[in-house]
């Protein structure tokens, strides 16, 4: 499915995990605190192996007579890992204002990271959510099989270098053979956050026929892990190595 054209108000940057500055980390801090819930010790994982993570922010110009600087809107962590002969792109965070949601902006972090060279040799991509938007924009780099994630979950969580993928409990028909509660694919990471949001959005969903994950019980997360097909990388030149 071909990426929506980025408005000229919206600016895209990758930063490389190493140089991602103390104030782009306490915005996306503050983002994150705002949006979703408290910047805590899961939070902070996104960024605990600067060496293979990337950081993407968009940045929303706002009106110049209100503020000078660009307001963050979104941003999306990720981090690499091998898995066998695998490379693994897993996204740590991902985070959209409530104000400009259902605005292509997940799908835009998320298609940034996939042309940019240090994801140009990825070939599974995954996350967990309690959104059903973070999952959806996600599936929009391969179609869903479910299949591959019943098979190949436990061995990619268990080869992660982030140790609350590593603790996570698999949970979900998938996985289970006495799941009764609807979860078809899940994680229980006691990660308890007010789900009425991604509810109202798990139903529209569901309503469009476009969600395969099934219900989300409270302390979980959705599990999405998806094979793709690795892309050529934009011009390194357009890399952007914030300092």
């Known amino acids: 499915m071909p990426s929506p054209v980025t408005p000229p108000n919206r600016h895209l940057t990758l930063h490389f995990g190493n140089n991602v500055s103390d104030d782009t980390l306490k915005a996306c801090a503050d983002l994150f605190s705002s949006n979703y819930g408290i910047w805590g010790d899961k939070a902070t994982q996104c960024l605990s192996h600067p060496e293979n993570t990337v950081l993407v922010t968009c940045h929303l110009q706002v009106d ?15 981090s690499m890992w091998d898995y066998g002969e695998n490379k693994i792109g897993w996204v740590t965070q991902l985070v959209v204002d409530e104000a400009v949601r259902q605005r292509y902006v997940a799908t835009q972090l998320l298609q940034t990271l996939k042309v940019h060279a240090p994801f140009s040799h990825i070939n599974i991509v995954g996350l967990v959510s309690s959104h059903p938007a973070a999952c959806n924009a996600l599936a929009k780099y391969a179609d869903a099989d479910l299949d591959f994630i019943r098979v190949h979950a436990k061995g ?3 080869s992660s270098p982030i140790s609350y993928l590593n603790d996570a409990q698999l949970k979900g028909v998938l996985f289970e053979d006495n799941c009764d509660n609807g979860s078809i694919s899940s994680v229980f990471t006691k990660f308890y956050v007010d789900h009425t949001e991604p509810l109202k959005v798990l139903a529209h969903y569901k309503n469009k026929g476009q969600w395969c994950l099934g219900e989300l019980a409270d302390g979980h997360e959705f599990l999405a892990i998806f ?3 690795p892309v050529s990388p934009i011009s390194p030149i357009r890399l952007h190595n914030s300092k």
């Open 227 to 229: 094979p793709i097909t």
């Open 64 to 78: 110049p007579l209100e503020s000078e600087r660009p307001k963050l809107c979104g941003h999306a962590f990720a």
């Open 156 to 158: 990619i969580l268990q």
